[in-house]
């Protein structure tokens, strides 16, 4: 079992930057893919980041590859997302997860975070 916790979103202007980050707590959380995933109000969610958390390896999607950038600290059991270049299409409520496969698809996952609002204004 793994416990995650959204924090950081909030509003901002367009170009402008937030950092949100999760934290994760439990058993053998370093065998976990971690990722981001958002969602808009009458929209599908979708993928935006993920991580192995034993490499480090990470992934992105396009809408978001050289804007965002994900990371994690092993000793803290954390995660970050740093967004950058913000755009109004980017507000969405943020959730980061947790899984056994290195995937973009929101069903590989199996534990969730409450989510976090971001909201960029134009």
């Known amino acids: 079992q793994v416990h995650l916790v959204e924090s950081g979103g909030g509003l901002v202007q367009a170009g402008g930057s937030l950092r949100l980050s999760c934290a994760a707590s439990?058993?053998?959380?370093?065998?976990?893919?971690m990722g981001w995933f958002r969602q808009a109000p009458g929209k599908e969610r979708e993928f935006v980041a993920g991580?192995?958390?034993?490499?480090?390896?990470?992934f992105y999607a396009d809408s978001v590859k050289g804007r965002f950038t994900i990371s994690r600290d092993n000793d803290k059991n954390t995660m970050w997302l740093q967004m950058n270049s913000l755009k109004p299409e980017d507000s969405a409520g943020y959730y980061c997860?947790?899984?056994?496969?290195?995937?973009?698809?929101?069903?590989?996952?199996?534990?969730w975070g409450q989510g976090t609002q971001v909201t960029v204004s134009s």
């Open positions: 439990g058993r053998d959380v370093s065998s976990y893919v």
């Open positions: 997860a947790a899984g056994r496969s290195y995937s973009s698809w929101w069903r590989d996952y199996d534990y």
């Open positions: 991580i192995r958390w034993d490499s480090g390896s990470t």
